[in-house]
């Protein structure tokens, strides 16, 4: 059983959903860089301060920035981990590796939710956080597309990808996770 594993898909294919849903099953960790951003935004820290604006526009915060939030909990945590959000680009992807390294923890399974456009746009559009408005919506897609995508190929590569259709209700979506994750 899988007990340290990465969630990777577009903005709107119910990654943080289907995250917390597996997290609170198998009892692990579970690590969304968006929430935990959101949270110092929200707590007004010095931290949100400097990723709000960022975060406004649907463009990435620093690598540096989410990678200290990162390591600081995995660090601390003893245990299984899902995280949901990050990596994010391939920095972040090779960074995050060096880290596990470190840490003599490695990825075992990477669930990638694949889901279409159209269907993507529509349940952004109906959820309305914040950076959810269409001109900010086609910018993460833009943004998933050229920096967050080349992670699949880069997975791949070491055989960690579980593909799994995202289309459907959050408990047919729950089923084929956990399915796929044998
Ligand atoms: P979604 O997947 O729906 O776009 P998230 O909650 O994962 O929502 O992320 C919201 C925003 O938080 C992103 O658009 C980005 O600005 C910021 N963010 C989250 N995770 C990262 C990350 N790993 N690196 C850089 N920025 C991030």
Redesign the pocket.
Known sequence: MSNRLLFLGP??AG??TQAQLLAAERDLLHL????L??AEVEAGTELGAE?QA??AR????S?AL?LAIVRDRLISHDGGWLLD????NLA?AEALSELLEELHQPIECVVLLQLDDGILLQR?LSRGRD?DNEAVISN?LEVYREQTAPLIAFYRQLGLIREVEAEGSVETVAKRVVDGLG
Do not use: C, N, W
């Open positions: 903005p709107g990654k943080g969304s860089t968006g929430e951003l959101r990723a960022v975060m649907g463009e990435l915060v690598d989410v959000g990050f990596p994010r972040q952004l950076d993460r």
